[in-house]
């Protein structure tokens, strides 16, 4: 009887223990951030367009669905008309919104060459899918550019 008691009290303690101490959830974030350059108009508005709705009902989808784990993505479009310029500006502007960027995708190689020296000092990933600089298909800058065109290619300079 007094074991039965005393595991009785120990529950009770580290349940009660347990909602008083903070939780990881509450540490983490309600919404991830994913900014999107978008090219509606412009010479590549016949496929960025296109791409650009895709991308946000697709965020809209993994939002009823419940989010990334539990997280729900936050969307907010650019236009930067294809134009290199711009994009770097909406870069700029968009970085450090509502909590951060979570990856810049450009859609663009003006505006990828131009975020490359960038986006290392920033620390905020950058997609490009398609294109992108040879010398990031090498492991030690993966951690900045996800390259799939020249890894995908298999290409000389490509050495992981």
Same mark, same amino acid.
């Given at each position: 009887?007094?074991? &039965?008691?005393?595991?009785?009290?120990?529950?009770?303690?580290? *349940?009660?223990?347990?909602?008083?101490?903070?939780?990881?959830?509450? %540490?983490?974030?309600?919404?991830?951030?994913?900014?999107? $350059?978008?090219?509606?108009?412009?010479?590549?508005?016949?496929? %960025?367009?296109?791409?650009?709705?895709?991308?946000?009902?697709?965020?809209?989808?993994?939002?009823? &669905?419940?989010?990334?784990?539990?997280?729900?993505? $936050?969307?907010?479009?650019?236009?930067? %008309?294809?134009?290199?310029?711009?994009?770097?500006?909406?870069?700029?502007?968009?970085?450090?919104?509502?909590?951060?960027?979570?990856?810049?995708?450009? $859609?663009?190689?003006?505006? !990828?060459?131009?975020? !490359?020296?960038?986006?290392? !000092?920033?620390?905020?990933?950058?997609?490009?899918?398609?294109?992108?600089?040879?010398?990031?298909?090498?492991?030690?800058?993966?951690?900045?550019? *996800?390259?799939?065109?020249?890894?995908?290619?298999?290409? &000389?300079?490509? &050495?992981?």
């Amino acid at each position: 009887m007094k074991v &039965r008691q005393l595991m009785l009290a120990v529950t009770a303690v580290t *349940l009660a223990a347990s909602s008083l101490a903070p939780s990881s959830a509450f %540490a983490q974030a309600k919404e991830q951030f994913f900014p999107v $350059l978008t090219g509606r108009t412009g010479p590549v508005a016949p496929n %960025a367009a296109p791409w650009a709705n895709g991308h946000n009902d697709y965020m809209k989808l993994v939002n009823v &669905r419940g989010g990334i784990n539990g997280v729900k993505t $936050l969307v907010e479009e650019c236009e930067t %008309a294809y134009a290199t310029d711009r994009g770097v500006e909406c870069y700029e502007r968009l970085k450090g919104k509502h909590g951060g960027a979570t990856v810049f995708q450009p $859609l663009s190689t003006g505006i !990828t060459f131009a975020l !490359t020296e960038k986006i290392p !000092t920033d620390k905020i990933p950058m997609i490009t899918s398609g294109y992108g600089r040879k010398r990031f298909g090498r492991r030690r800058h993966f951690q900045v550019e *996800l390259p799939a065109y020249w890894a995908l290619l298999g290409c &000389r300079g490509y &050495r992981p």
